[in-house]
């Protein structure tokens, strides 16, 4: 348990391994810990940016997707009020068009019961004329009984 | 070896030592009268051996954990050596105000070599001593802070450094003021004031070395004793006293790096 050399000795050392740690040892590592940091602080940055990207892209979305819904309602909307309308057009036309048809049904109609009229009076007016000769047992003559004919004639 | 206890003690706490005797010219000391009469001028190869051995063990395992050091994921050995720096460095940070490059991995090398130095303590008493008889080494000690050439080898380090940074920082006058005119502000007491500062700074580096030497050389020969017990009984006090270690250890290599660091930061701080 003397004091001797060994002290100097132990000085040196210690010196020359302070040395070595500050030169060697030191530098690297921390520079090492301190790049990780920072490449650590730039991964929660980049994070925390990309969390801030995807809220404002599904903002983006859910307000693109709104429109688009809006949108497409009032398209249909509008497809709906077009075939209404469309449907109502034709039936206006459908039935103006039927009403025509009828009308010019109902017009043939009456023209051929008139002409058919027309015939059957003459042809009872002639029958009458045959009767009444056939009574008389001479000739009508049409022309002077043609008045009286023609009122037969009327009259039925 | 050794026939009593007393002398199994004494011929533990021996170190090996390496002087110039007289008669035989630079030997080996047989015994403790030789290593006596060999005076200043002989050293102590175990403890200065074992001090080297641990401190470029230190300075190989850090080296490599720098040498492969990553910014990715790191390995087992860099999380220790970057733990240790971590430790070390908010250490500095809250003790030492001021900026020197120094400080920190000189603190990180007491802390990690002292504690390496301390740890050769949980090794049982008797291996290598044992070992080294067998070699015809008669003897060997291999704690090198149970040895106060260990400590003090240290400490003197450190008060050069005090030295070097009081004056560096105040310039010798300030530093001369520094000594002379605290903590009494007047003429007359400046030699009250020398004493008083002379010896606060002269304690500084004794309390360090006798802090720890004292630590670990009573807890050596406390090893010491429990060795001397039969040895079915030996482990029923060996096995507490090494637990206790865990403590013990690591502590006095944190108390000596603080103290250093907090002497080195009064070193710096200019009251002027």
């Given at each position: 348990m003397n004091?001797?050399?060994?002290?100097?000795?132990?000085?040196?050392?210690?010196?020359?391994?302070?040395?070595?740690?500050?030169?060697?040892?030191?530098?690297?590592?921390?520079?090492?810990?301190q790049e990780r940091q920072k490449k650590i602080a730039e991964g929660l940055d980049a994070a925390g940016r990309a969390q801030q990207d995807l809220k404002l892209a599904q903002e983006k979305v859910s307000n693109t997707l709104r429109e688009s819904r809006e949108q497409a309602t009032q398209i249909i909307e509008?497809?709906?009020?077009?075939?209404?309308?469309?449907?109502?057009?034709?039936?206006?036309?459908a039935q103006s068009e039927g009403e025509r048809l009828i009308a010019g049904a109902k017009a043939e109609i009456e023209q051929e019961v008139n002409r058919a009229r027309e015939e059957l009076r003459k042809q009872v007016a002639a029958l009458a004329i045959l009767g009444a000769e056939k009574i008389l047992e001479s000739k009508v003559d049409t022309k002077a009984h043609n008045k009286l004919v023609e009122k037969l004639a009327s009259q039925l | 070896m050794a026939n009593t206890p007393v002398e199994y003690i004494q011929h533990h706490l021996q170190n090996l030592v390496l002087g110039s005797l007289p008669e035989r010219g630079w030997t080996i000391a047989k015994t403790a009268e030789e290593?006596?009469?060999?005076?200043?001028?002989?050293?102590?190869?175990?403890?200065?051996?074992?001090?080297?051995?641990?401190?470029?063990?230190?300075?190989?395992?850090?080296?490599?954990?720098?040498?492969?050091?990553?910014?990715?994921?790191?390995?087992?050995?860099?999380?220790?050596?970057?733990?240790?720096?971590?430790?070390?460095?908010?250490?500095?940070?809250?003790?030492?105000?001021?900026?020197?490059?120094?400080?920190?991995?000189?603190?990180?090398?007491?802390?990690?070599?002292?504690?390496?130095?301390?740890?050769?303590?949980?090794?049982?008493?008797?291996f290598i001593p044992g070992l080294a008889h067998l070699f015809g080494v008669p003897y060997f000690k291999i704690v090198p802070t149970a040895d106060p050439n260990g400590t003090f080898g240290i400490s003197i380090g450190v008060f050069l450094l005090i030295i070097y940074y009081s004056i560096k920082v105040k310039g010798i006058g300030g530093?001369?003021?520094?000594?002379?005119?605290?903590p009494f502000n007047h003429w007359a007491l400046i030699p009250f004031n020398l004493f008083l500062e002379i010896l606060g700074l002269l304690t500084k580096p004794l309390t360090l070395a006798l802090r720890l030497f004292g630590n670990m050389y009573a807890g050596e020969v406390v090893f010491i004793l429990i060795a001397l017990l039969p040895f079915w009984a030996q482990w029923t006090l060996n096995l507490p006293w090494a637990i206790f270690h865990i403590l013990v250890i690591p502590l006095q290599a944190f108390i000596f790096m603080v103290l250093t660091i907090v002497y080195l930061?009064?070193?710096?701080?200019?009251?002027?």
């Open positions: 004091i001797n050399l060994t002290l100097f000795g132990q000085t040196i050392a210690f010196a020359i391994f302070v040395w070595f740690c500050m030169k060697y040892v030191w530098p690297p590592l921390t520079q090492a810990m509008q497809a709906n009020k077009q075939a209404n309308a469309i449907i109502e057009d034709a039936k206006q036309q | 290593a006596r009469e060999m005076g200043f001028w002989s050293i102590h190869l175990d403890t200065l051996g074992w001090s080297i051995a641990m401190g470029v063990l230190f300075l190989w395992l850090f080296r490599k954990a720098a040498l492969s050091a990553t910014t990715k994921v790191p390995g087992p050995l860099q999380n220790i050596a970057e733990m240790c720096i971590e430790f070390v460095e908010g250490m500095v940070r809250d003790t030492f105000h001021g900026r020197n490059p120094l400080i920190a991995p000189l603190a990180l090398t007491i802390f990690v070599w002292v504690f390496l130095m301390n740890s050769l303590k949980w090794i049982p008493v008797d530093f001369a003021k520094e000594l002379s005119l605290t930061s009064a070193a710096h701080e200019d009251h002027h």
